[in-house]
């Protein structure tokens, strides 16, 4: 059995439960041991992902909370020097061109628009714990993440 952390910020409670329960759902059928780390805010994540950086996993930063923006977590992770390999994936509810542009300048792996079906929840997580990433090569065509 292989571990796979997740970290997750977001301020928006019912976001959280949303994402920890398709884990949740992911977990019961994987044959992997996946960890959820859930942040209301950015300030705890880094240090998190410090703490947790020999086992494979995936962030997903909201851009919209408190004390700090998705897109400043990002730059601060993405200039972390043990950090800059870490797949990052910004989940937001927009659509904004200039949101999805921001995230691939500032380093994000890929864009997800949170989807509103718990299916297409699972199936975007599902896809994210199963990826390869040393092999993943992300570009314009393939950065904002479709779940249908």
Known sequence: MKKFDIFYADDDEDDL?????????IS???ENEIHL???????????NIKNNKETPGVVFLDINMPLKS???ILEEIRKEPALTSVPVIMY???SN????????????????IKPYEFHDLMKMISTFIQMNWEN?????????????
């Open 70 to 72: 998705g897109f400043e």
């Open 28 to 30: 019961n059928v994987s």
């Open 97 to 112: 061109q200039d949101n999805i542009d921001k995230s691939k300048e500032l380093g994000a792996n890929f864009y997800v």
């Open 136 to 148: 993943t090569q992300v570009n314009r065509n393939n950065f904002l993440y479709k779940s249908h």
């Open 37 to 47: 780390h859930i942040h209301k805010n950015g300030e705890s994540l880094i240090e």
């Open 17 to 25: 439960m949303f994402f920890n329960e398709a884990v949740e759902n």
């Open 92 to 94: 937001s509810t927009s």
